[in-house]
């Protein structure tokens, strides 16, 4: 349950914060234009983008197939698969086989999944240590945090913020130099990657026809994760299936262009299941654990099952003012910004995570940049539906607001109490503008004067003065 | 040609001479324009609240009034958009009020891309030597892809000295009742639009929609920001009658 209140009082946090803000305002500024200059490079974008598309609602409609075919294919190359409802039975996993195996530490690369189902908190509750890979998220572990971006998981902390976390927790020398800081976080993390014996990746494209798992990285981590270790266990959410190879091409494409702004990441790993006897590298052990954690609810509804489309490229994250301004943190969940607002109530409850349909101006930037056209904010609109539907059942929650709703409704639908009521408002505007600006005391315009003037309510309606003028 | 006039709840009541502006410019174009004083709001408020009960209701009222008319012109793109784009979702597929509702939806549109794909009219007459910038209205642009039929006004608009701003359409942060619900984000994304506004040089921001010009007019003035808003109706009637 996302507490209202919480989330209230980090919005203002979020906003006082001038690091935050400075941070959010350079990172994501220029994020924002590296895609839009990469994509515009692209003359077909808008084909490949529809096709990306399509190719996911087309998968979601038939998941258990493709599914099944990915399975097969796994198990064929000597791969297992796991089924795992909820996260859970997918955290359940790993530490069985962790104990089974006498092992106590793994290394991860990066995965929203994992951050999804807890799994460094839940694996550490069984005393199994989980060292993040990625830079950004072995800072985001070693502050004791969560991520705060899709990509950038660090995005809130600043340089010296970084420094002193790599001081205090890793012995560096106090220089705060970038340099000083990967070399620390690359020479700690060799000496994981050597030491434990197995690799935890997520997953961005399982191709269900060839069995391939699709890894999408720039720093190398992730490779270092599936090549070193004897084990490669992959966390997939259901919905990261496509069904052929020659549609990787496409969606390697719109990701990575959305996401970063490059032409291709520095790393794009396909691996087929665990290694062969003629391979150098790899794991003696592939498992590939598929992940429902609420999808399979999302899927039910044909308007909302292209939520479960997203290709995590954080484009709409980048681009959305609202997440301009409060960052990630803010909205107390693992997904953040436009995608966050429509997938975490659909993967937990409206019920439980009750702000983030409405926390949106509706501006529809998220969908414009998105590389697979989710339409965010018609599916923002149905969950505030679904909300309000939600309370209406709930004879308790019968509040105000709504009062006022139905109130309304009966005021627009007559034209007659509509003039009536326009020309009360306007006794009673002037009446209380008069006692000294009193109107601005009332809620909502308490809210609306906080940071901006109150507009005049015009002495004659348009409908007064279009009549006077006809006569 | 006969156009019914959908002069919107918050014309009607906060910015009349808006209003005004457009009945005087559509028939300064030889439109004969009716308006309809049964008409009240198109229930775009609830709708975005989630109240869609609410709103159905009252949009079957604006359906009732507009039934019968050839044209319908919105000085406004928000609601434009709740009329094209929304109203017809409201009722269950393969009805009949369905098809009414986009019978209608498909005879709305917004006043500038009335004026300039329909009408085809490159200037009203208008004269404004001032500096003027543009801000896009998020539904106008991304709901209904209009972006250039108000730039070409403007630039009819004689002695006008028009400066693109930065970002002209990316969102002020008004978003109905999120800017009194979120009151905080919706003035600090709004300060930035105004930012962007100052540095265009303008004297006069000009929009489509009243709702985004009223939040960023708010701000402006509660900063002492010496820019003025306007809408375009009200830019593209400034000529003698």
Known sequence: MINTAKINRNVEAALADRQLQRNLCSTLGKSVRMRDDSVAEVPNWEELSRYARDVKLHTLSRLDHYLAMLEEKITAQG????????????????????????????????????????????????QIESIETDLGEYIVQLAGETPSHLLAPALHKSQKEIADLFVRNLGMTPSGDVHEITSTA??????????????????????????????????????LSVSVPQIHIALMGIEKVIPRTRDLAVFLKVLIRSATGQKMTSYISCLNGPRRPEELTGPDEFYLVLVDNGRSKILADRFLRQTLSCIRCGACQNICPVYQRIGGHAYESTYQGPIGAILTPQLTSLAAAPEHAFASSLCGACQEVCPVQIEIPHILLKLREQAQREKKTKASQLSLERLVMGGWALVMCSPRLYVVFSRWTRRLWRWVGDIRGLGRFLTPLTHWYKHREIPELAARSFRELYRSREE | MKVSLFVTCLIDQFFPEVGL?????????GVEVSFDPRQTC???PAFNSGYVDESREVVEHFLA???????????????????KTFIPGLFPEGS???????????????????????????????RFPQAVTYHDSCHLVRELNIRSQPRQLIHGVEGVDFREMENCDRCCGF????????????????????????????????????????HIDGLMRRNQVPVQTMHLAELLAQFDD
């Open chain 1, 186 to 223: 690359r020479r700690v993390l060799r000496e994981h990657f050597l030491s434990a014996p197995i690799g935890v990746t997520g997953v961005n494209f399982g191709v269900a026809e060839t069995g391939t798992i699709v890894l999408v990285e720039n720093e190398g981590n992730a490779r």
């Open chain 2, 21 to 29: 502006s457009t009945v005087k410019v559509l028939e300064k174009c």
């Open chain 2, 42 to 44: 198109c229930g775009q």
């Open chain 1, 79 to 126: 791969g297992k698969v796991i089924w795992a409802e909820t996260g859970q039975e997918a955290v359940q996993f790993i530490v069985d086989l962790a104990r089974q195996r006498k092992i106590g530490k793994l290394v991860k690369s990066k995965s929203m999944l994992s951050e999804e189902i807890h799994l460094n908190s839940m694996l550490g509750r069984a």
């Open chain 2, 65 to 83: 009034v507009f039934d019968d008319s050839e044209h319908i012109v919105v000085p406004s793109g928000s609601c434009a958009t709740m009329i």
């Open chain 2, 96 to 126: 009949s009020k369905r098809q009414r509702a986009e019978e209608v939806g498909q005879r709305t549109l917004e006043l500038s891309d009335f004026l300039v794909s329909v009408l085809g009219i490159q200037t009203t007459g208008a």
């Open chain 2, 175 to 214: 978003g109905g009742f999120f800017s009194v619900k979120s009151p905080d984000v919706s003035a600090a994304i709004g300060d930035e639009k105004v930012q962007w506004i100052r540095e265009s040089g303008a004297d006069y921001v000009i929009s489509t929609d009243v709702s985004c010009l009223m």
